[in-house]
């Protein structure tokens, strides 16, 4: 289905070729003076330049030539051209209710699947195994995950990376802490050659089924541990180096513990992930690309794109156009080690063999930024994408407490991701229970489903790339430009449904005859009533507008335009709402009229909610 201003700049572009000037002159945008009019054109001011004519002359002529047009497809009820050159224009009502039953018959209300089954990378998890998830992991999270549930409904084939860290440096302190907590395990029994009783670690058997040697507690306490230990013995850092070493070559014990340090946490990163409503096609790590490193840089050194500077390798990224100066990409450093972007480009090689994407989307924080453009441009310049291809990096403001820092606890450390959770939860719980409207059971599961909404609009409603402050109070509101508050409008409407079809239903059979017809059959299959009231027209008018938004809020890479769109719509119903008596009114069919409208409604706000990850409870 055509996007309604679309639609209404096809009829001004003829217009403009009706008149003798070029229909590119015709866009059409939201007005910004609603009082005046609800679309504008400001094409007759650039055309005055081409023309030679004036602005207001042009704007006389296109305006006279669209009401000869609208008279013939009811679209416009006004159209009038004003100094010193803009040409206003009103939608009719007709027009208006007939887009809006358009959008009632359509699969996905009208959005238009744009994507082909083009494929997208989406990476957007980065979390690091044998860690908990903290908030520093959330926004990266939920924002990838509405890119990618976006990115589905617009009909792309997204396919969502976790992009695991299980590769570094991590995994040796853990091997090395284990071996002195708990030196009996067999892991620390064998030899890489055969000894004197036939042991070798070649013989260690690859069977997965033995229980792991620690739970995910013990492990999200022994890397802490060792990791401050590193920091103050350099021999237990050495022996943590090489224990890296020997499982990146393939030491057979210490990949045992390696595949149960990953069962372990992907068991837990899973249930955490599960939590926020966010989930992954891939399930990958660093590891994953570890196979293709060797032939890549046997590759980039062999076309003479990787040279060797201060003992380590590199390949130069920078262009004569670049704002300032920046370093070549290092693919191996000098003693012999790949770095991140190794893996990335090693990652990428992995991604064009098994999808072929036409758009990689990265969501990182802000400091990564070099890194991203370094990796891109390798990958551009190698040839292992095609030059066509789209590589985006969003990087993500950081997420800060009042004092506009880092969110932190009241202790100073760093905040695990179910535990703020739990806070926003029993935030909402708390104002749930001050109205005392459910029993606790009940309470508990609603406060589940809000809280979530909370924290998730709290952050999407924010630019991508801006900081935000992360307040409580204000997330679990129920008034303002919240989740809850786009919850509410959806439980509101439900309830007034919910109270129409009872009315229905209950009446005697006669009446049901009669008010059937005339009221739930005319509800259900009739068409949509032309608006009534200015307040009925404004929620009719940020209707149309969903496809527009959720094409917009995609292609920009834009959650929050997703957020402000449901947060106006709701506010437009608010103001509907309290100036129309809805079930009381008496005329059965005005009434199924307003049914109709406010049914749209709610799909349009639910709909828009699953793209944010996030769902309305029955009651609140």
Known sequence: MKKILDLIAEQMRAAFEDCGYAADYGKVTLSNRPDLCEYQCNGAMAAAKAYHKKPIDIANDV???????????????????????????????????????????????????????????????????????????????????????????????????VHLGDWGLQMGLIIEELRDRKPELPYFH?????????????????DDSEEAPFTISELEEIYPAASAKAKEDESFKARAQEATFRLQNGYPPYRAIWRHIMNVSLADLKKNYGSLNVTFDLWKGESDAQPYIPGLIEDLTKRGLAYESEGALVVDIARPDDPKELPPCIIRKSDGAALYATSDLGTILERERDYAPSEYIYITDKRQELHFI??????????????????????????????????????????????????????????IMENRTMDEEEAGE????????????????????????????????????TGPYILYTIVRIKSILSKYEQSVAGASL???????????????????????????????????????????????????????????????????????????????????????????????????????????????
Not at 400 to 429: C, Q, S, W
């Open 190 to 206: 064998y030899e890489d050659k055969r000894s004197a009783d036939g042991t070798c670690a070649e013989d260690f058997p690859e």
């Open 510 to 620: 006669a009446m049901k005859y009669e008010q059937g017809q005339a009221a739930c059959g005319s509800e259900a299959g009739g068409k949509m009533r032309p608006a009534q009231s200015a307040e009925e027209k404004a929620l009719m008018l940020k209707l149309s507008a969903y496809n527009d938004v959720v094409e917009t809020a995609f292609a920009e890479k834009a959650p929050h335009r997703l957020c402000q769109f449901i947060y106006e719509l709701s506010d437009a119903f608010g103001s509907f709402y309290n100036t129309t008596m809805i079930l009381k009114e008496e005329d059965e069919e005005k009434k199924a009229g307003y049914i109709r409208l406010i049914r749209l409604v709610k799909d349009v706000l639910e709909s828009c909610i699953d793209l944010l990850g996030f769902e309305a409870p029955e009651r609140m």
């Open 63 to 161: 305006a006279a030539a669209l009401k000869n047009r609208a008279a013939g497809n009811t679209m416009a009820a006004s159209v009038e051209a004003v100094m010193p050159g803009f040409i206003n224009l009103k939608l009719s009502g007709e027009y208006l209710a007939a887009y809006l039953d358009g959008m009632r018959s359509e699969d996905k209300l009208g959005v238009e699947e744009c994507g082909g089954g083009a494929t997208v990378i989406v990476d957007y998890g980065g979390a690091n195994v044998a860690k908990p998830l903290h908030v520093g992991h959330l926004r990266t999270a939920i924002i990838g995950e509405c890119i990618k549930r976006m990115g589905n409904y617009l009909g792309y084939r997204m396919v969502g990376d």
């Open 446 to 481: 609603a406060s589940r489903i809000i809280g979530l909404a909370a924290l998730k609009y709290g952050d999407l409603s924010n630019q991508v790339s801006k900081d935000y402050v992360f307040d409580v109070d204000r997330f679990t509101s129920f008034e303002g430009n």
């Open 374 to 431: 370094q990796v891109f441009r390798v990958a551009k310049k190698a040839g292992y994408v095609k030059p066509e291809t789209k590589m985006t990096h969003m990087m993500c403001g950081t997420m800060n407490g009042k004092d506009g820092k880092p969110f932190k606890t009241r202790a100073g450390g760093v905040m695990r991701l179910e535990n703020l959770i739990r806070e926003i939860d029993e935030a909402v719980y708390d104002r």
